[in-house]
């Protein structure tokens, strides 16, 4: 179904956003920490002594308050992290719409859901497995369980969301990519509303142990400073994290009609692959480049008229010193004058999430024009030598454009500009 009453491209507001991960249960109580200077991740030890990482940023328990609003017959078919994405939903949509009917808005036919995840229900699939191997018995609702699209269907049988749906699946930058691509499909016509994000709990013990035993998590085992610091000399690997973001997006006229409050317009989206490595960033950097270069033009944004950019950031050795290469090839000298931040050293990396949950802090940064510290870094890589704005927030920015970048595992390359709405 069609909705596109003209020949252009739409623009796209974000009218509403809501996140959970290890720092809070809301996106305001996660920025809070955040300008605080506080860390969601902490030392927790697994029964397996083989697994050496300690860090990491795992959720509170939902509280039954927090699944109230949801309906119990959907929500006991779905895997952690699908509930977490209904309670992200759930404030998106609240700041978007408060209590007004849906329907007085947009036609359930008009209104979809794009949430993606980097590894889904399997958490749950190997918990469920455990139980059968011991026990020759589980949840009639395994197979389910397992879906990667479980969070998007659940999203949309709880609000009747009946239009464009999907479900991506790549790794780190998943959540840019499906804000991205709900982007494309409010821009090109084919909705008017759209729910847009990434989900993610990983945490059972062998998929937690398949992931350290590639050395990809932090080597640190007793100083929280150093389990994450992006872009610093003593990185040693990324801290594993959990949670939800989802956005609310809106074809841009639709929304000035019915009085919304607009947060922030999608103006430029990119989506590029290396095509080189499963885990390592391709030496070209070509694909980052790209992507760089390409929201750039769609967004009619110079590299000088770059407020801030919140970067991939994940305190690998591989990661940085090619996201800062990256940076330095498609913005030229420009580059260096751009504020830049990882908040993955406040969060850990949500892998799935990561990229939503970054440019809910994107809004965040431009509503109160503070620009986040990358926390952490005492010691800079030489070879990290852009403006990562150490350690000390940054307040009192003018921040119009605004930059979210996402690599993922599998060469996954995307990251989208926001443009600030006088």
């Known amino acids: 179904m069609n909705f596109n009453d003209s020949a252009a491209p739409r623009r796209v507001a974000i009218t509403g956003y809501g996140a959970l991960c290890s720092l809070g249960q809301n996106a305001q109580a996660i920025w809070d920490g955040i300008m605080d200077y506080q860390v969601g991740y902490r030392k927790y030890d697994f029964d397996d002594p ?64 794009i949430l993606g995840t980097g590894w889904g229900g399997l958490d749950t699939a190997n918990d469920n497995n455990n139980e059968y191997r011991d026990n020759g018995l589980a949840t009639s609702f395994a197979t389910v369980m397992s879906m990667c699209n479980a969070a998007t269907a659940g999203i949309t049988m709880n ?5 464009v749906q999907n479900s991506p699946v790549a790794a780190c930058a998943t959540g840019t990519i499906a804000i991205g691509e709900a982007y494309e499909a409010i821009r090109h016509g084919r909705a008017k509303l759209m729910l847009a994000g990434g989900s993610e709990s990983l945490k ?20 929280t ?15 594993l994290s959990e949670g939800a973001a ?15 409050t607009i947060l922030g317009e999608i103006t430029g989206y990119a989506n590029y692959s290396d095509a080189y490595d499963m885990t390592a960033p391709a030496d070209d950097m070509q694909a980052r480049v790209e992507v760089i270069r390409e929201i750039c033009r769609q967004a009619q944004v110079s590299a000088q008229q770059i407020d801030y950019v919140n970067l991939h950031g994940t305190s690998t050795p591989l990661n940085d ?19 830049m931040s990882s ?41 990290c030598d852009l403006n990562y704005t150490p350690n000390q927030h940054l307040f009192g920015q003018q921040l119009n454009n605004v930059m979210n970048l996402s690599f993922g595992f599998g060469g996954a390359n995307a990251g989208v500009m926001i443009r600030k709405v006088a």
């Open 159 to 163: 609000w009747n969301f009946r239009g």
């Open 343 to 383: 908040t993955k050293s406040y969060t850990g990396h949500l892998i799935g999430a990561a990229g939503s949950l970054e440019a809910v802090f994107c809004l965040k940064a431009m509503a109160s024009g503070t620009i986040p510290a990358t926390l952490h870094m005492d010691e800079a890589d030489p070879a």
């Open 204 to 223: 059972e013990q062998f998929n937690v142990w398949s992931i350290d035993v590639m050395q990809a998590l932090s080597k640190e085992q007793d100083d």
């Open 50 to 113: 083989s697994i050496n990482a300690r860090f990491f940023g795992f959720v509170d328990e939902l509280s039954r308050e927090a699944m109230r609003p949801f309906s119990k017959k959907i929500s006991k078919m779905l895997p952690l992290f699908a509930k977490y994405s209904l309670v992200a939903s759930h404030e998106a949509l609240q700041m978007a719409f408060g209590d007004a009917n849906l329907d007085d808005h947009y036609a359930p036919f008009q209104r979809g859901v």
């Open 246 to 260: 989802v956005l609310c997006l809106e074809d841009y006229e639709s929304a000035k009609a019915r009085g919304a």
């Open 321 to 339: 010193i090619n996201e800062t290469n990256a940076l330095k090839i498609a913005l030229g000298d420009a580059a260096y004058a751009i504020p």
């Open 225 to 239: 400073r150093k389990a994450c610091c992006p872009f610093s000399k003593g990185r040693s690997g990324f801290v």
